[in-house]
């Protein structure tokens, strides 16, 4: 160091261990009273005094950490220190290289760092909003049943979450051919209905034991084949997307979801490997920290919003032949049923029976009240009759063609009456303009890529086929409209497809793609048997 610098230095003394009885340096002592020049003492400073010296910059610039350590010396933080250490461990003689702290910094170690943290305190870290997370949760898809835009949605998830870890677990249904379950909240109270994916009929975790008869029995008889098999969730949210694009409401909210719970069917080795965690973490909670998991796996379906005060079509529809609407609420159910038409043929729904959509019927008040003369009682609507439809089980639709083998999977509503009725103006003046402009079908087809390319099973080309024809129920729906034709003789139109044409660049299957160019084209081909 330069002579005649004057540098002044912060005077730590060094804690010795107890055992020793070393005299302290008078000039160390002199030192400690406050600060001194270097100069003053560089010249009577022996080498184990300079040893408790440390410069500094600064006042703001040291930070003296005082954490005891064993051999009784004070920790000095590395970073904002000017303190430096050899390579033995000992404090740095050489004041020009305390100066400079040799500090090392890796881009990628924080990132790594708060991933490792993240995953080791995992079991115990809060999730969305500040929700404590379930141990059933897959932590790495934290932000998967979260829709911003569908806040009320969002809510009723959160609260099925919540019903999971307090024990109000889902019940299973046990109609129908899939594994589907009731939804409840904190009260009991069923707030939607769960279908996973691995308990649909082709599921290889299917609970119904008769379809795995049927299945295993006569394999040639089971499924649609005009059905991509295990996408039956998939298509329960593409008909609420539908519903929402023409404005139909008839399809109860339906979106791909996350959950699990205990009553959900899961292979022995999941449950086997969720109890021994359980047991891990209890017990030894420093290993439990590190999984990523401790409960079952979160099994991803479609969850649809429960609607409460409907019952089946097939009920009321009996009673509407006892009991006949009045005119106002005949038109409006006319104009709903009119609805799930547009619906089931624009997806064209291979499974819509009169038990698998429903209606709430709510009887009009009459209030008694005597007339003026005192001679007879007179009644007035009090309050006035209700209506509703509800588009259910929504599963088997979105086809690759239509049906050509052995069933036709027709529409059950095409036997109605009301299917003999033309398309009211009302329905016109709701859909046609829209189905009419070739962007806004296209803006559809592009969210129903945007839904479906999430499953794992995605394929561009059958997703083509599908879009295919859905392209051509929309064109015959069109043509139909504008002819003022009923919904029976809509589905007596002939079948087609509108396909997108593909096009080549380059000469391997790797370039091919499809262009924005379309082609039409019918269905000649009818199944065996066209009535069931």
């Not at 609970?207 to 040639?220: F, G, I, Q």
Request: proline share 6%; charged share 25%.
């Amino acid at each position: 160091m330069a002579e005649g610098t004057a540098q002044l230095v912060n005077v730590d003394m060094e804690q010795t261990p107890a055992t020793s009885s070393k005299p302290i340096s008078p000039v160390i002592k002199k030192m400690k009273e406050g600060l001194v020049t270097l100069d003053s003492v560089n010249g009577n400073c022996t080498e184990e005094d300079m040893d408790c010296i440390q410069p500094y910059q600064g006042e703001g610039d040291e930070k003296i950490v005082h954490c005891p350590e064993r051999n009784g010396r004070v920790r000095i933080n590395s970073i904002t220190s000017n303190h430096s250490y050899n390579s033995t461990g000992g404090d740095s003689v050489h004041s020009d290289e305390a100066l400079i702290p040799d500090v090392g910094y890796n881009p990628n170690s924080s990132r790594s760092s708060r991933k490792h943290r993240s995953k080791e305190s995992a079991p115990r870290s809060k999730g969305r909003s500040g929700r404590v997370r379930s141990e059933y949760e897959d932590l790495d898809e934290e932000c998967f049943n979260s829709w911003p835009n569908d806040p009320v949605f969002t809510e009723v998830i959160r609260q099925s979450e919540a019903a999971i870890d307090a024990g109000v677990f889902p019940q299973r249904i046990y109609q129908g051919s899939s594994g589907s379950y009731f939804v409840k909240n904190l009260d009991g109270k069923i707030i939607g209905v769960f279908k996973p994916k691995d308990e649909e009929p082709y599921g290889r975790l299917n609970p119904k034991w008769t379809k795995y008869l049927h299945r295993m029995c006569c394999p040639c008889c089971f499924g649609r084949s005009c059905l991509i098999p295990n996408q039956g969730y998939m298509s329960e949210a593409g008909a609420s997307l539908v519903d929402i694009k023409l404005g139909l409401n008839v399809v109860p909210n339906t979106k791909v979801v996350k959950l699990a719970s205990e009553t959900f069917n899961y292979l022995r080795i999941d449950v086997e490997k969720s109890k021994a965690k359980k047991i891990v973490n209890e017990h030894f909670p420093k290993v439990g920290r590190k999984f990523n998991r401790l409960g079952l796996p979160p099994k991803i379906g479609s969850f649809q919003l429960f609607v409460s005060g409907y019952k089946d079509a097939d009920f009321h529809l009996r009673r509407f032949e006892s009991e006949p609407l009045d005119k106002v609420t005949g038109k409006k159910f006319q104009h709903m049923f009119e609805r799930l038409v547009v619906l089931d043929y624009i997806i064209r729904n291979t499974d819509r029976g009169n038990d698998n959509w429903l209606i709430q019927y709510t009887k009009a008040k009459l209030a008694q009240k005597e007339s003026e003369d005192g001679s007879e009682a007179v009644y007035e609507v009090e309050s006035p009759a209700e209506i509703a439809v509800a588009a259910i089980d929504n599963g088997l639709a979105f086809p690759i063609k239509h049906p050509d083998s052995w069933r036709a999977y027709p529409y059950h509503w095409a036997w109605l009456p009301y299917a003999k009725q033309p398309f009211s103006q009302e329905t016109k003046d709701l859909i046609l303009d829209k189905l009419a402009d070739m962007n806004f079908v296209q803006d559809l087809c592009d969210d129903m890529f945007n839904l479906f390319k999430t499953d794992k099973g995605f394929d561009r080309h059958m997703f083509e086929k599908q879009m295919s024809v859905m392209r051509g129920q929309i064109l015959n729906l069109t043509q139909a409209l504008k002819d003022g034709k009923s919904p029976l003789q809509l589905v007596q139109m002939p079948n087609v497809f509108v396909e997108r044409s593909r096009g080549h660049v380059g000469t391997t299957e790797k370039f091919r793609h499809f262009s924005n160019t379309f082609t039409q084209r019918f269905q000649k081909k009818a199944p065996f048997f066209s009535w069931c």
